[in-house]
């Protein structure tokens, strides 16, 4: 599952309870070249759900501040969600290491240069927040400018 696909699942959990394993074969082991075609196609499905996702208005609406305040309000560490990407993806129990978030920048489009991370951390919460907003959440306007 992409990583937007993972956030969305944190966020809108009913929009994804049906959600099979990718990769999950009746036949038992895979070869090394079987398995890595399995990632591969696994990957490019994956891709192609959370593009899905994002693209359509099906999924419930959800308050996002209220839940995530409500997450981090029962949360040990104290998380800034509302400008931190990293925050946003340790609340939601997500990794939220440098090479997670590549990953999600080269999934949202990013353009800019990925060894910037302060820039693209920035941006990355911006663009997850609106992704956010564009499919049921209700997101405060001031953290999708």
Known sequence: M???GKIFGKIFPSAHA??????ATAGGALSSEDAAAASAASDAASRAAAAAAVGSATLPE???????DGMARNNLEKLNWKTSIV?????????SSLGERKELAKELGYSGD???????NIWLH???????AANGGKVPADLQD
């Open 87 to 95: 925050d946003l993806m340790k609340l939601l129990r997500l990794d």
């Open 126 to 132: 911006k663009q997850v927040m609106k992704k956010l």
């Open 2 to 4: 992409s990583i937007l």
């Open 114 to 120: 990925t060894s910037d991370s302060a820039s693209m």
């Open 62 to 68: 959800v308050d996002v501040e209220a839940l995530l």
């Open 18 to 23: 049906g959600a099979a394993a990718p990769g």
